[in-house]
């Protein structure tokens, strides 16, 4: 089966400290996706990588693909109130664009 | 400006009644997907579109039907038969091209039972 496992479930961390959000795929992944989702909302894009060794950046943050393509990361840097919500991987096997996603990781932001 | 529409937002559903939930995009494309997404859980997918007139079934199909007449329509209809409909039900769509374009999601419907 196809499952993504996402570390951790939860984080609550205080404004302006640096936090990682781990996404691991027992299989080689084709795309790998990182979404946010506020409670109640649907999910926003982030960002999308595709190549082993792959690094991409946003404002404040940085998802990286390692070289076998089977584990994300997703780092913020200074996080802020703003970034709280609920983080989500979802990956791509095949080059159909079918996702399937893992269960998720809460951030809070503490002022 | 370009998006996805979902509506309602809050959908009640009696015992044995079917429901239908909207989902419209001006986006212009092709693909359109259905996913649930329980407390805990991350989403599963229950239909997908990759054209018109054609939809093919996802992970949890079961209890739930689709139709597309229209490029920018995708309603998805919870049966009598889905015995477990309470959820958040999302709705995306995507280029369809031969390698990875990213989904982009609706606001989601809230499905409650009464």
């Known amino acids: 089966s196809q499952e993504l496992e996402q570390s951790p479930q939860s984080l609550i961390v205080q404004e302006g400290k640096n936090l990682t959000i781990n996404c691991t795929s027992s299989?080689?992944?084709?795309?790998l996706y990182w979404y946010k989702q506020k409670y109640g909302e649907g999910l926003i894009f982030l960002m999308m990588?595709?190549?082993?060794?792959e690094e991409k950046s946003h404002e404040k943050i940085t998802a990286k693909l390692d070289e076998k393509k089977q584990q994300s990361s997703l780092h913020i840097t200074a996080s802020q109130p703003s970034h709280a919500g609920i983080y989500l991987c979802?990956?791509?096997?095949?080059?159909?664009?079918?996702?399937?996603f893992g269960t998720g990781t809460r951030l809070t932001v503490i002022p | 400006d370009g998006g996805i529409t979902q509506s309602p937002k809050y959908l009640f559903r009696k015992e044995g009644q079917n429901v239908t939930l909207s989902c419209e995009q001006n986006?212009?494309?092709?693909?359109m997907y259905w996913y649930r997404q329980d407390p805990g859980q991350g989403l599963r997918l229950i239909y997908y579109?990759?054209?018109?007139?054609?939809?093919q079934k996802g992970d949890i199909a079961e209890g739930y039907s689709v139709s597309r007449e229209k490029k920018e329509s995708f309603p998805l209809t919870v049966t009598s038969a889905q015995k477990n409909p309470t959820a958040f039900y999302l709705c995306?769509?995507?280029?369809?091209?031969?390698?990875?374009?990213?989904?982009?999601f609706g606001d989601g419907t809230r499905l409650s039972i009464l």
């Open positions: 579109s990759q054209i018109v007139n054609d939809f």
């Open positions: 986006l212009n494309h092709d693909a």
């Open positions: 990588l595709q190549k082993g060794g």
């Open positions: 299989k080689t992944l084709y795309g």
């Open positions: 979802g990956a791509t096997q095949t080059g159909a664009n079918n996702l399937f």
């Open positions: 995306a769509s995507s280029a369809w091209a031969r390698y990875n374009q990213p989904q982009h």
